[in-house]
């Protein structure tokens, strides 16, 4: 079984529609396949559909942006749980609006030095999208500013930029616990990639944990082997299990579907611990 737990779609910041990753996934000889937009849960009915069609299981899943106190991004994977659970709907909700005033915000300054209005980045975002830095990338290289979005990645986009604005997230452990009470299975993303920034210590891992951490994706092409080892003595230490992923977002990124994969056992272990929505099959 070749199992990917980590896809994006157009809902957020790939650039295939979900039926679409769903299709991708059956040609890179996938069985099982996630979809995991950034904060939303919007593509699910129709990746749903496109996975029957093309005879891929789907795991229903999300990619819930957060922030420690002490400002160092965290993403959380959550699995199977229920989209319609009150705390967990109201959390990304207000993410997803306040990424919205975020984009204007770096869209303002952008403009003050580089050819850039609004209307370019909202022509590059599906409507109803969760917007990102991704979509002011692909503004960027329309304009001819930068080649791809990698290169706006590690230079006007950096978190380092004078153009970049934050925007509200919730606390990892806070998101851990809304996963659990929606029944979801929450597994920490890429967590030692040190490349994206500051990656967290100790403290963070231990109140995640504690809230109810079931996972930690440790193979990802973004975290250095060094820090793989230590996720795994981590997991041992803690019980938690360990998954592999792509990361895929279209061509929006070099990840391909399936560069990394997840153990069957381990998927079987989420699929009976998330109680939230079932896998599609
Ligand atoms: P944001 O959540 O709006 O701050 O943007 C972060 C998103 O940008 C992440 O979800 C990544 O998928 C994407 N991203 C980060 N680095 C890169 C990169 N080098 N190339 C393309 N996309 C990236
Ligand atoms: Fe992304
Ligand atoms: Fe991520
Ligand atoms: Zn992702």
């Given at each position: 079984m070749?199992?990917?737990?980590?896809?994006?779609?157009?809902?957020?910041?790939?650039t295939e529609?979900?039926?679409?990753?769903?299709a991708a996934a059956?040609?890179?000889?996938?069985d099982v396949?996630?979809?995991?937009d950034?904060d939303?849960t919007?593509g699910?009915?129709?990746?749903?559909?496109g996975?029957?069609e093309?005879?891929?299981?789907?795991?229903?899943?999300?990619?819930?942006?957060?922030r420690?106190?002490?400002?160092?991004?965290?993403?959380?994977?959550?699995y199977?749980?229920?989209?319609?659970h009150e705390g967990?709907?109201?959390?990304?909700t207000?993410a997803?609006?306040a990424?919205?005033?975020?984009?204007e915000?770096?869209?303002?300054?952008?403009?003050?030095?580089?050819?850039?209005?609004?209307?370019?980045v909202?022509h590059?975002?599906t409507?109803?999208a969760?917007?990102?830095r991704?979509?002011?990338a692909?503004?960027?290289?329309?304009a001819?500013?930068?080649?791809?979005?990698s290169?706006?990645?590690?230079?006007i986009l950096t978190?380092?930029?004078?153009?970049?604005v934050q925007?509200?997230?919730?606390?990892?452990a806070?998101?851990?616990e809304?996963?659990r009470a929606?029944?979801g299975?929450?597994?920490?993303?890429?967590p030692v990639?040190?490349?994206?920034g500051?990656?967290v210590?100790e403290r963070t891992?231990r109140?995640m944990i504690?809230?109810?951490?079931?996972?930690l994706?440790v193979?990802?092409?973004?975290?250095?082997e060094?820090?793989r080892?230590?996720?795994?003595r981590?997991?041992a230490?803690?019980?938690l299990?360990m998954t592999?992923?792509?990361?895929?977002?279209?061509?929006?990124k070099?990840?391909?579907l399936?560069?990394?994969l997840t153990a069957?056992e381990v998927?079987a272990?989420?699929?009976?611990?998330?109680?939230g929505?079932?896998?599609?099959r």
């Open positions: 070749r199992i990917d737990l980590h896809a994006h779609s157009n809902i957020s910041d790939g529609a979900p039926a679409a990753v769903m059956a040609a890179a000889g996938l396949i996630a979809l995991t950034h939303s919007d699910w009915a129709e990746a749903a559909r996975a029957v093309n005879g891929v299981a789907l795991v229903p899943g999300m990619e819930i942006s957060c420690t106190d002490q400002g160092i991004s965290v993403h959380l994977l959550s199977l749980h229920d989209p319609t967990l709907l109201e959390e990304i207000k997803k609006d990424r919205l005033t975020r984009a915000r770096m869209v303002t300054l952008l403009a003050e030095d580089y050819p850039l209005s609004w209307d370019d909202i590059h975002v409507p109803g969760t917007l990102g991704p979509h002011i692909d503004a960027l290289v329309a001819g500013v930068v080649a791809d979005r290169e706006a990645f590690t230079s978190s380092h930029s004078r153009y970049f925007h509200y997230a919730p606390e990892p806070l998101a851990v809304l996963v929606a029944g299975v929450p597994v920490f993303a890429h990639a040190s490349a994206r500051r990656v210590g891992y109140e504690e809230a109810g951490l079931a996972g994706e193979d990802h092409r973004d975290n250095p060094e820090g080892e230590f996720l795994r981590l997991a230490k803690h019980g299990l592999g992923s792509s990361d895929y977002h279209g061509t929006g070099p990840n391909r399936g560069e990394y069957p998927f272990r989420i699929e009976e611990l998330g109680t929505t079932p896998v599609i």
